[in-house]
């Protein structure tokens, strides 16, 4: 006699969805852009600390990290409408 999973998220018996995986949203590819450019300013701004850079490179990294990162916060409010 075999045992069910008690670990498996989905039931073995049920059939597979008819229209195939499902696709990748507009909203998930925004959201990762935003946090790769989160990443990416980010590490721009420490290097530009650790490289003594101009001061207008800071304020740019960090206008770009800010604007990144309160759109992604806007849109979790939002509901990711």
């Known amino acids: 006699m075999t045992h069910p ?3 498996r998220l989905t039931d073995p018996l049920a059939d597979p969805p008819a229209d195939g995986p499902s696709r990748v ?3 998930d590819v ?3 852009v935003l946090w790769a450019a989160v990443v990416v ?3 721009a701004n420490m290097a530009a600390s ?3 850079a101009r001061t207008w490179v800071h304020l740019l ?3 770009v990290t800010v604007l990144c ?3 992604l ?3 979790n409010l939002r509901g990711h409408k």
Request: charge should be positive; proline fraction near 4%; charged fraction near 10%.
């Open 30 to 32: 925004l959201r990762s």
């Open 73 to 75: 916060v806007v849109r």
């Open 61 to 63: 990294c960090g206008a």
């Open 41 to 43: 300013s980010t590490v």
């Open 25 to 27: 949203s507009r909203g």
């Open 69 to 71: 990162a309160g759109t």
């Open 50 to 52: 650790y490289g003594g």
């Open 5 to 7: 999973n008690p670990y």
